[in-house]
């Protein structure tokens, strides 16, 4: 049985648009419009920050979701679990903003609400078929798959650059 | 012993037996795990209770089964009861009542007592509290509805927590500190100073530089405290945050060797077989320093709490180290963050401090300058968790360095930059 998806980087393909971030906040935002998210309050927030890590690669960082995440054990109140989907989430209602996850994260993806005192994260979209950011990438940097067909794809690509390489 | 049953018995429904409870269950399914609890309440988050005394939480919303990580199933949980001395020739513990209760593995996981220096006088009167348990905080919530002063004695992270919770409660609090500065276990006085700024602002008043000396009290409770400085101040609640001990009494003339904590090798297994220890209780080492210690935290208790229940079970795991320092929280609405090394004075270490707008920070490097040793951020605590992986795993930082000292570090310098020096 394939396991459940998960969003899935491809560092060489992104160009640094920042689409995924503006549409992760508006699928955050109460209306879910543009037009609407820029006043609302509290701000919607993005939880996938694309980073520029010199001047020529770009990189898209989010929560990974971690296996043995240190947020939801480090978490001093039980307000961090995870869903039958393997989706780790943040229950705002418990939070109480003592930001532990925030110095635990080893990626740097927890943001801290400043008007709720809460801390996000990329909860993988929860009302969606597929992640507001992979919906909105235009080059496929991002990619949601199970890891079985990721990797096939990864190898089948690796392939199609070898016999690229040697003139095939 | 038949591997698919066996008996698991944790000393302790703390942060530590709990979380490894759920390793326990993760890696056997079959296997009997009793938790043996001296409190009279069900596991609770701990750091919690605070918000018992402030009333911006119930009880209710505490509770630590079914929360977050911990939603393993049939772990019997046995309130009430305390293990008097444990007897590992006959592979059992011995508790109040005189019952026995045999155990494959065991746990200590018995977590720490408040320290009650002993140089106070007066601190058996109604009124004065060491914040440790649920039954704690529902005393002091109740003792604080009277209102009036308090007095706490100690300047770290628990009596500021509880200060607020009082403050917010509508309580005059003054806070009465040894040291220079509040928070210095968790760094130095210039790294407090925006802290202390905010402290003053909330109204919260400090002082500095004195101890109590004497608590004094009627049939009422406690009157009032006479510090080592001659001032003699009006109160009706005391609160003793001084640090905390292992709690390791009932061990005592046993052969579970001791030393401060229950001393445990890289695998949490103490000097007797079938015996691990975890979290407050425990004495490990710092990465950071390289140091024994007792560490103290929730964080840590849990994560060495997974790591005994995974040893217990049967999947090696080695434990990383503890952190002594590794803090986070907001205090009067100014988050901070300290980790590792953060004590500098009189050493050889490297360090970088900055101000600007509001936010302070200072990171601190080992003296070559080629590893992160610890770090400090007051207001601006974004992605610490990055510099706290750095400082645990020792890394070179080579090219990020810049990246560290401007607070600007972010996971694409791992993806794209090697870390390596030249890289
Ligand atoms: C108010 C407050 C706020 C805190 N805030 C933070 C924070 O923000 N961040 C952080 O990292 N840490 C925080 N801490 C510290 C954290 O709560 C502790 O480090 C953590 O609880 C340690 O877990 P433990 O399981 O080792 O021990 P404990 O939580 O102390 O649990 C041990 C349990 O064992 C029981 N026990 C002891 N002896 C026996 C016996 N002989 N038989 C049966 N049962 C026994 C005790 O009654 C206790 O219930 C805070 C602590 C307090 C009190």
């Given at each position: ?8 980087v491809r560092?060489?393909?992104c160009?640094?648009?920042?689409s995924c971030?503006?549409?992760c ?6 209306n ?6 820029i006043s609302e ?9 694309v980073e ?5 690669a770009c990189v898209?960082v989010?929560c990974r979701h971690?296996e ?7 978490c ?21 903003g003592?930001?532990?996850?925030v ?6 993806v ?5 008007e ?6 990329c909860?993988r979209?929860?009302d ?10 235009p080059t496929?940097a ?6 079985e067909?990721?990797?096939?794809g990864v190898?089948k690509?690796?392939?199609r ?8 | 012993?038949?591997?698919?049953k066996?008996?698991?018995v944790i000393?302790?429904?703390g ?5 490894a ?13 009793v938790?043996i ?9 701990r750091?919690?209770i605070p ?6 939480k119930?009880?209710?919303d ?5 929360r ?10 046995r ?5 008097i ?16 209760v045999p155990?494959d593995k ?20 109604e009124?004065v509290f ?7 905080a529902r005393k002091?919530a ?19 927590k509880?200060a ?8 005059d609090?003054?806070?009465v500190v040894h ?5 210095s276990q ?8 925006l802290?202390r700024k905010?402290?003053d602002m909330?109204g919260l008043?400090?002082?500095?530089g004195?101890?109590a000396?004497?608590i ?19 109160c ?12 390791v ?5 046993g052969?579970v060797?001791?030393d401060h904590?229950?001393?445990?090798n890289?695998?949490?297994a103490t000097n ?11 004495a ?10 007792v560490a103290?935290l ?11 229940g ?5 999947n090696v ?6 952190f ?17 090394v953060?004590?500098t ?6 360090t ?8 302070y920070?200072?990171?601190v490097?080992?003296?070559d300058?080629?590893r992160?040793?610890?770090?400090v951020f007051?207001?601006d605590i974004?992605r610490?968790?990055l510099?706290?992986f750095l400082?645990r795993?020792a890394m070179?930082?080579?090219?990020i360095?810049?990246?560290i ?16 020096k030249g890289g």
């Open positions: 049985m394939p396991g459940p998806r998960e969003i899935f560092i060489d393909r160009m640094g648009c920042h971030e503006l549409a906040a508006v699928e955050h935002s109460k879910k419009s543009l037009y609407n998210a309050h509290p701000q919607p927030k993005k939880r996938i920050y520029r890590a010199d001047t020529q898209p989010l971690c043995e995440a240190p947020c939801m054990h480090a001093i109140c039980g307000a961090i679990s995870r869903n039958k989907e393997g989706v780790v989430l943040t229950d705002s209602g418990k939070c109480i003592c930001w532990t996850c110095m635990v994260c080893p990626y740097g927890i943001g801290r609400h400043l709720t005192h809460k801390s996000y994260r909860d979209c929860p969606r078929d597929i992640p507001a950011c992979v919906d909105a990438c496929h991002l990619i949601y798959h199970t890891v067909d990721f990797s096939q190898r690509d690796t392939a650059q070898m016999t690229a390489g040697q003139g095939g | 012993m038949s591997a698919s066996r008996r698991y000393i302790g429904g942060a530590a037996g709990m979380a409870t759920t390793a326990i269950r993760e890696q056997d399914r079959l296997g009997s795990i938790v609890s001296e409190e009279q309440d069900m596991p609770y988050f750091p919690m918000f018992l005394i402030s009333g911006k119930a009880e209710a505490m509770a630590l089964a079914g977050g990580p911990y939603q393993a199933e049939g772990i019997h949980i309130t009430g009861v305390r293990v001395r444990v007897e590992p020739e006959a592979h059992q513990v011995y508790v109040t009542g005189g019952e026995k155990y065991l746990l200590i996981a018995s977590g720490s007592l408040p320290n009650i220096p002993a140089d106070i006088k007066g601190v058996e009167a009124g060491a914040l440790r348990t649920l039954d704690d002091a109740l003792r604080a509805k009277k209102g009036g002063h308090v007095i706490m004695l100690g300047g770290g992270m628990l009596n500021l509880t607020f919770s009082l403050l917010e409660r509508g309580l609090v003054s806070l040291s220079p500065q509040v928070l968790l760094m130095e006085p210039e790294d407090a100073a802290i905010a402290l909330a008043k400090i002082l500095t004195c101890n000396e004497r004094i009290s009627d049939k009422d409770g406690v009157t009032s405290v006479a510090l080592t400085n001659g001032m003699e101040i009006p009706r609640m005391v609160f003793i945050g001084k640090g905390v001990l292992p709690n009494d009932f061990l005592s003339n052969p060797h001791i904590g229950v001393v445990v890289q695998y949490t007797v077989p079938d015996i691990h220890a975890a979290g407050d209780v425990a490990t080492f710092d990465p950071a320093t390289g140091k024994m210690i103290g929730w964080t840590n208790a849990v994560e060495m709490g997974r790591c005994a995974n040893n217990m079970a049967g795991t080695r434990y990383g180290g503890a002594g320092i590794q803090n986070a929280t907001q205090v009067a609405d100014v988050p901070f963050v300290s980790m590792g953060v004590h004075k009189g050493n050889d270490f490297e970088h401090t900055a101000e600007s707008y509001g936010s920070r200072r990171l490097f080992s003296p300058g080629t992160l040793a610890g770090a007051v207001r974004s610490a968790g510099y706290r400082i795993e070179d930082i080579g090219r360095k810049a990246q000292i401007d607070h600007k570090l972010h996971y694409g310098h791992f993806v794209c930059s090697p870390l390596a």
